[in-house]
């Protein structure tokens, strides 16, 4: 167990639809950062937040949106979902924000678009 | 981050040492050398880092040469849980437009470890 909590773990819902993932992160740990994984295109990096600040944007869509709140626990937000989202939805947190801080990933949300 | 190169896949009987290789030939001098794992659909496991000296917790051991352009990962005693696959990762410092930095992974495919009885 890493410590990072993801809800739900399994999501089902149809295109067009919006959804809103929840990520809790270890306690202590002030970064929270969204992957995501398909089969197509592996584990990519979606956003950061530090402290409540975003940090540094990846390879993440307009429709896609996350924030960080004053307890540090994040969503991220799709919206407008198409087929193509389908994927794992990972959220790792750190102490520190930079290369020399170690991430520690959640167990991750199935989202299964229709 | 510094391209790796890794065998797509090993195989390891239990109870034996899994060594893992990793290249990367094109590491500047304050990249970090990680490893993670994901055993099947699971979030990614840290296992260990290091920069420049060999380093060692409870669950591995790693070990950077001294030109740093290549590292092992040492499962000393592999066990049929171990069996995911293990993702060597170099690390440096992004910056955003603030000039904050920031420390994405960058997953490539990785090596399927088997371990077999």
């Known amino acids: 167990d890493s410590g990072v909590t993801q809800t739900p773990k399994h999501l089902i819902t149809a295109t067009g639809q919006r959804v809103t993932l929840r990520c809790s992160p270890r306690?202590?740990?002030?970064?929270v950062y969204w992957y995501q994984q398909s089969l197509d295109q592996g584990l990519q990096f979606l956003i950061q937040?530090?402290?409540?600040?975003?940090?540094a944007k990846g390879n993440i869509l307009e429709r896609f949106s996350a924030q960080q709140f004053p307890d540090l626990h994040s969503e991220l937000n799709l919206s407008s979902l198409e087929l193509g989202d389908s994927a794992l939805y990972f959220c790792a947190s750190s102490v520190g924000s930079g290369r020399a801080s170690e991430q520690y990933f959640g167990p991750g949300t199935r989202l299964t678009v229709t | 981050d510094a391209k790796t190169t890794q065998p797509t896949s090993m195989d390891c009987a239990e109870g034996r040492a899994a060594n893992l290789p990793c290249n990367h030939s094109?590491?500047?001098?304050?990249?970090?050398v990680y490893w993670y794992r994901q055993i099947h659909s699971q979030g990614p496991q840290y296992i260990i880092h290091g920069l420049k000296n060999n380093e060692t917790n409870e669950m591995a051991s790693l070990i950077i040469t001294e030109d740093r352009k290549s590292s092992t990962l040492i499962l000393p005693h592999a066990t049929l849980r171990d069996t995911a696959v293990y993702y060597c990762i170099v690390r440096v410092d992004y910056h955003n437009a603030g000039g904050t930095s920031y420390g994405k992974l960058t997953f490539g495919q990785g090596t399927i470890l088997t371990v077999h009885p």
């Open positions: 306690s202590g740990d002030l970064s």
């Open positions: 937040y530090y402290n409540g600040e975003e940090r």
């Open positions: 094109t590491i500047s001098g304050n990249e970090y």
